[in-house]
């Protein structure tokens, strides 16, 4: 029977409209707007200027931090500006424009790429950093470092999530289908940089052909695939450890604190790719879709490329959108506007159309427990709205625990008062992040 969790939800995933359509590789972009900041930490700085020749896969921007990921040309062409560009997830943030030259030339490739079984741990981990992995499902954290727990937190399993969740999102499942092979590359690796022996591939059932085919592939390896049950938010990470390990990450604690580390799908064939062929990540497999979207597909896109060109691939909006989001419906994040380069946590672009979305207005709370039920997390959903609602950031976290909450939106989903738990949420986290600093 296939393994899952207490509460979530069960919204029509609506895959149907890019299950089936085989990954289309878009056109090299006549420009692109390369953001310094496309992952958690701080910002890279750039390291070209206006009027620079530069080659596909070139670092056009440095990582400043260990917390952070150096940033490649998505293609070869001519620095035309530096400047301030709309972003999808920080609104705004300094862009490398390049113009293409239409030659698509690539610089030498990644200094220690050669043979990966012949490479130690700190060679292999030193490439993962130098391609600018991360965590290439929505959260962008830094891979290098997430394949870097300290000693005290030894690591004996990894996790690739399959799940895909996220209604109407298919990237992850057609990269399952199409490069099989490569995604158990990339966990090979990732299993030898962790020195873990065993791995595990979690998938929903509603991907039964993607559950199939990875099994085949690992039949004969220290890789197992978990089918899990067809439920959001099967996919968060706390959730696929509770379901697949029966471990439980402690209250603000991480996967290496029940020894694992979990990874997405994309990324391990982003791994591969690095350390097999010297390929730094400049493009990306995601799903257009949506109720607006004339005709829904899945696109590798380079980096830098616009939402606008991913949508002018799929012919366009058929209606006008009422929202456009990166991402899922649940976790993915508004946008203001299409003109904003898909980056690396691009998994998606969403344009629902009326039909699509269930309009209106937030209500006062009923205290009908619906979310209650529905959070995967054990959490009082509710009182974070109230809380939120009259300001009271602190209870939200010591009597509350707001801070277990992994921003899934179940609660959000099954409320009838229509609260806008989740921002309520990221206010009192927000809130008391403030306090505390102010406190020091
Ligand atoms: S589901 Fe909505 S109305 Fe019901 S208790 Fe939760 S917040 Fe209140
Ligand atoms: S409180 Fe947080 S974890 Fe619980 S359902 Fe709402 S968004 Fe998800």
């Known amino acids: 029977m296939a393994k899952s969790f207490r509460g979530g939800v069960h919204p029509d995933d609506r895959k149907r409209y890019t299950a089936a359509k085989a990954i289309e590789v878009a056109p090299i972009p006549r420009k692109v707007i390369i953001p310094t900041r496309q992952h958690l930490g701080a910002p890279c700085a750039p390291i070209v200027k206006v009027g620079d020749l530069v080659k596909k896969g070139q670092v056009v921007a440095e990582a400043q931090a260990f917390v952070a990921s150096p940033i490649h040309a998505s293609t070869s062409g001519k620095v035309v500006e530096i400047a301030e560009y709309p972003h999808p997830v920080f609104g705004a943030c300094q862009a490398v424009v390049i113009e293409s030259d239409d030659k698509d030339e690539w610089a030498p490739g990644l200094p220690l790429s050669r043979d990966w079984q012949s490479l130690d741990v700190k060679e292999l981990k030193e490439i993962v950093r130098l391609a600018g992995l991360v965590g290439m499902g929505g959260a962008t954290f830094p891979t290098h470092v997430k394949m870097s727990p300290p000693p005290e937190k030894p690591i004996d399993s990894f996790i690739l999530n399959g799940a895909e969740c996220e209604p109407y999102l298919t990237a992850d499942h057609r990269v399952m289908l199409e490069q099989t092979e490569r995604i158990i590359t990339g966990m090979k690796i990732a299993m030898k940089i962790l020195g873990v022996s065993k791995g595990y591939v979690g998938i929903e059932e509603n991907k039964p052909d993607a559950i199939e085919i990875m099994r085949k592939a690992c039949t004969g390896s ?219």
């Open 222 to 440: 220290a890789i197992e695939v978990v089918p899990l049950q067809t439920k959001y938010p099967q996919g968060a990470e706390k959730t696929l450890i509770k379901v697949i390990l029966d471990r439980e990450v402690p209250s603000g604690g991480l996967p290496m604190d029940v020894g694992t580390v979990v990874q997405n799908v994309g990324t391990m064939v982003a791994m591969a790719d690095a350390v097999e062929k010297g390929i730094p990540l400049i493009e990306r497999v995601a799903t257009i879709t949506g109720g607006a979207i004339a005709e829904p597909k899945n696109i590798l896109l380079r980096v830098g490329a616009t939402f606008a060109q991913a949508i002018e691939l799929c012919g366009g909006f058929k209606e006008q959108p009422v929202k456009v989001i990166m991402g899922g419906p649940m976790m993915g994040m508004a946008q203001r506007t299409v003109d904003v380069p898909v980056i690396k946590g691009t998994s998606g672009i969403l344009a629902l159309s009326a039909a699509d979305v269930n309009m209106g207005d937030e209500q006062p709370c009923i205290r009908c427990g619906r979310c209650v039920e529905a959070c995967p997390m054990g959490l009082v959903p509710n009182m974070f709205s109230i809380l939120g609602e009259r300001g009271v950031f602190e209870v939200s976290v010591k009597e509350y625990n707001v801070l277990d909450c992994v921003e899934c939106g179940s609660c959000v989903y099954v409320c009838p008062a229509k609260r806008n738990i989740v921002q309520y949420i990221k206010l009192c986290k927000v809130q008391n992040a403030a306090q505390a600093a102010a406190k020091k």
